[in-house]
């Protein structure tokens, strides 16, 4: 059974870069595609971006600009990065596997979840 | 992008009570891409349901997702205490995905 575990820094100032890293525990780390969605109060559940085993990504366009989803196989992790933040940026992150095939952009749900991390960017 | 609307925004019902929970497409969905989340409060959000209808592992069968088109709905029979949560649909035929804003079940 896949388990994600998450973890990174939960405050930040404004300017600074979001950084957080998912772990995948069991299941098979090269047949999916790995995904990081955000949820706020203000958009609710966001989509960011998502990464495969060979380092191909794709990304939300709406925040294309300031996001970096990286992967390292050894350790079966993959991770986000967000550049210059804002207040906008605050929110609970999830890791997430997605499924429904290995198309880029193609149907993905997600299942399971990472048990979230809240990132507060304030001054 | 196709933007998803959920209604009701609250559902109050008692256990034992069936739920209907309605989620409205911009546009229609190809492909049957509709799934259906739960989350309770300080958890992630669980995966219930996809391609409109098709139970997660491990899902009870009260659980049931129909519809198509534009409009889908997520049945929930006979509730149980733990079933009062916040419920969302997500569209996946193609990135970026989309979620609907939510609909809260509360026990009335």
């Known amino acids: 059974q896949v388990q994600l575990q998450q973890w990174g820094a939960g405050l930040l100032k404004p300017s600074e870069t979001l950084s957080l890293t998912c772990a995948v525990y069991g299941g098979s780390f090269t047949g999916n595609y790995w995904t990081w969605i955000r949820q706020s109060a203000g958009k609710g559940l966001e989509w960011i971006g998502e990464v495969n085993h060979r380092g191909d990504t794709n990304t939300n366009p709406s925040l294309k600009s300031r996001v970096a989803i990286s992967v390292d196989t050894s350790k079966n992790q993959f991770s986000l990065k967000v550049t210059s933040v804002t207040a906008a940026d605050t929110a609970v992150y999830y890791c997430?596997?997605?499924?429904?095939?290995?198309?880029?952009?193609?149907?993905?749900?997600?299942?399971?979840w990472g048990q979230g991390t809240l990132v507060t960017v304030s001054s | 992008e196709i933007v998803l609307t959920q209604s009701p925004g609250t559902l109050s019902l008692s256990p034992g009570e069936t739920a209907t929970l309605s989620c409205r497409a911009s546009q229609s969905v190809s492909g049957s891409y509709l799934a259906w989340y739960q989350q309770k409060p300080g958890q992630a959000p669980r995966h219930l349901i996809y391609g409109v209808s098709s139970r997660a592992s491990g899902i009870p069968d009260r659980f049931s997702g129909s519809g198509s088109g534009a409009d889908f709905t997520l049945t929930i029979s006979r509730l149980e205490p733990e079933d009062f949560a916040v419920y969302y649909c997500?569209?996946?035929?193609?990135?970026?995905?989309?979620f609907g804003q939510g609909t809260k079940l509360e026990i009335k």
């Open positions: 997430a596997r997605g499924r429904g095939g290995l198309v880029p952009g193609g149907p993905r749900w997600f299942d399971p």
């Open positions: 997500q569209h996946y035929g193609g990135s970026p995905y989309s």
